[in-house]
């Protein structure tokens, strides 16, 4: 298994989402295209209620071994479904790396 893979059946598991996208953007970091850096979306009805931060704990702490290990960096989009819907779907683009030799470049 793959950690991406890991990572989809956990959040799956967990927090039984209404759409879920675990993209892997370790191409976009310096260093080797490890799998390493993810950006997270996901649209569960387990985040009514919470704020941004306890929504960012609550997967966090599903995630507690992957983030304690082999993954270096979790970007995260978390909504509920009237969010998600307001949103258009809309994904935000991620930032280009600034780190290490691709900054030099």
């Known amino acids: ?9 956990k959040l799956a598991d967990s927090l039984s989402p ?22 997270l979306v996901i649209v569960s009805d387990r985040f009514a209620g919470q704020n941004r931060v306890r929504r960012h704990q609550t997967v966090n702490t599903v995630l507690a071994d992957e983030l304690a290990g082999p993954v270096h960096a979790l970007s995260m989009q978390t909504h509920t479904a009237d969010e ?14 600034r780190g290490g030799s691709k900054a030099e470049a």
Not at 18 to 39: D, Q, W
Not at 84 to 97: E, N, T
């Open 84 to 97: 998600w819907q307001a949103r258009g779907g809309a994904v935000m683009a991620s930032p280009a790396c």
């Open 1 to 9: 298994m793959t950690i991406q893979s890991d990572i989809e059946r």
């Open 18 to 39: 209404r759409h879920l996208e675990v993209i892997n953007e370790s191409h976009m970091h310096a260093g080797p295209a490890t799998e390493s850096h993810f950006k």
